[in-house]
């Protein structure tokens, strides 16, 4: 059925259409009337919304994760600018300077850092002496006269630490090293480990030792020496150079250096001059 045929049988519709037209015709004439959209029909519409889901790319759920380790990267992700400038700011530097010891762990019991030695003693017993054998180790069992292999240090390390104010200074010898003897011997260089700096709670011990030295009362830094042959790359045994005093160093350098004296350097010439001046000269 027609349109016009409802109308025709709706006097409603009719006088209601008359009136429409009637309005429109005087909004026309005042120029008021606007354009009507264009009515869509129900069927087109639904056909329009289903071609632009189709061009629409799906939209994937990230699945929720539940690690605090994705969920800490992804707050460092979302700080700002300013707000990382800042926090990089207040990073620590590679090499700080001599401010506040840093926290570290206590030692194990069986650790050398929980045992106290006596310098003196150390240095009359071994002073220009070669151990009959080789490594670190075999060096702490001499000086504490035992046999024991349980006992804990780093031997990694160019240093070692006693419970007391004391250091060992490890130093290979070679003619590629970088340590070396100044003023025939008088003097000797030393580098500090690859994560070492003035901060590091070894390096501050060892600074404490150097401002304490006029009333070390047992303490004090030995040096140990050993010459290492690259060809065959074995090392020697370890000879005892005795007691170091502090001369210079070059701050925040990485790695750290420093110049010692040797303190003992009169008495290494007067009894193990032929010893002492072999090592001397393979450096």
Same mark, same amino acid.
């Given at each position: 059925?027609?349109?016009?045929?409802?109308?025709?049988?709706?006097?409603?519709?009719?006088?209601?259409?008359?009136?429409?037209?009637?309005?429109?015709?005087?909004?026309?004439?005042?120029?008021?009337? =606007?354009?009507?959209?264009?009515?869509?029909?129900?069927?087109?519409?639904?056909?329009?919304?289903?071609?632009? +889901?189709?061009?629409?790319?799906?939209?994937?759920? $990230?699945?929720?994760?539940?690690?605090?380790?994705?969920?800490?990267?992804?707050?460092?992700? &979302?700080? %700002?600018?300013?707000?990382?400038?800042?926090?990089?700011?207040?990073?620590?530097?590679?090499?700080?300077?001599?401010?506040?010891?840093?926290?570290?762990?206590?030692?194990?019991?069986?650790?050398?850092?929980?045992?106290?030695?006596?310098?003196?003693?150390?240095?009359?017993?071994?002073?220009?002496?070669?151990?009959?054998?080789?490594?670190? #180790?075999?060096?702490?069992?001499?000086?504490?006269?035992? &046999?024991?292999?349980?006992?804990?240090?780093?031997?990694? %390390?160019?240093?070692?630490?006693?419970?007391?104010? #004391?250091?060992?200074?490890?130093?290979?010898?070679?003619?590629?090293?970088?340590? &070396?003897?100044?003023? #025939?011997?008088? $003097?000797?260089?030393?580098?500090?480990?690859?994560?070492? /700096?003035?901060?590091?709670?070894?390096?501050?011990?060892?600074?404490?030792?150097? =401002?304490?030295?006029?009333?070390?009362?047992?303490?004090?830094?030995?040096?140990?020496? +050993?010459?290492?042959?690259?060809?065959?790359?074995?090392?020697?045994?370890?000879?005892?150079?005795?007691?170091?005093?502090?001369?210079?160093?070059?701050?925040? %350098?990485?790695?750290? $250096?420093?110049?010692?004296?040797?303190?003992?350097?009169?008495?290494?010439?007067? /009894?193990?001059? $032929?010893?002492?001046?072999?090592?001397?000269?393979?450096?």
């Amino acid at each position: 059925i027609g349109r016009t045929t409802i109308m025709s049988d709706n006097p409603y519709l009719t006088l209601r259409e008359s009136k429409i037209a009637r309005n429109e015709e005087r909004l026309r004439q005042l120029g008021l009337l =606007k354009k009507q959209q264009k009515q869509t029909d129900p069927t087109e519409e639904k056909e329009r919304i289903k071609k632009k +889901r189709k061009s629409e790319p799906p939209t994937r759920l $990230q699945p929720t994760r539940r690690s605090q380790r994705t969920s800490k990267e992804k707050s460092k992700n &979302d700080v %700002s600018a300013q707000e990382r400038v800042v926090v990089r700011e207040h990073m620590p530097r590679k090499n700080p300077s001599v401010t506040k010891e840093i926290e570290r762990a206590p030692a194990a019991p069986n650790s050398v850092r929980r045992m106290i030695i006596s310098v003196p003693e150390i240095v009359n017993k071994f002073l220009g002496k070669t151990l009959s054998n080789t490594g670190k #180790a075999f060096v702490i069992q001499s000086i504490l006269e035992s &046999d024991d292999n349980n006992v804990s240090f780093n031997k990694y %390390s160019g240093i070692l630490e006693w419970q007391n104010d #004391a250091l060992f200074l490890w130093v290979n010898i070679a003619s590629d090293s970088m340590n &070396d003897f100044l003023k #025939a011997g008088q $003097q000797m260089t030393w580098f500090g480990g690859s994560r070492m /700096h003035e901060g590091s709670p070894v390096i501050q011990k060892l600074f404490r030792i150097i =401002k304490e030295s006029e009333n070390s009362n047992g303490n004090g830094i030995v040096l140990w020496c +050993r010459h290492y042959n690259p060809k065959t790359k074995t090392h020697h045994p370890y000879t005892c150079l005795g007691r170091l005093s502090y001369d210079s160093h070059i701050p925040q %350098s990485q790695p750290l $250096q420093f110049i010692w004296n040797l303190d003992d350097y009169s008495a290494l010439m007067k /009894h193990h001059k $032929q010893r002492f001046q072999e090592i001397v000269t393979s450096s």
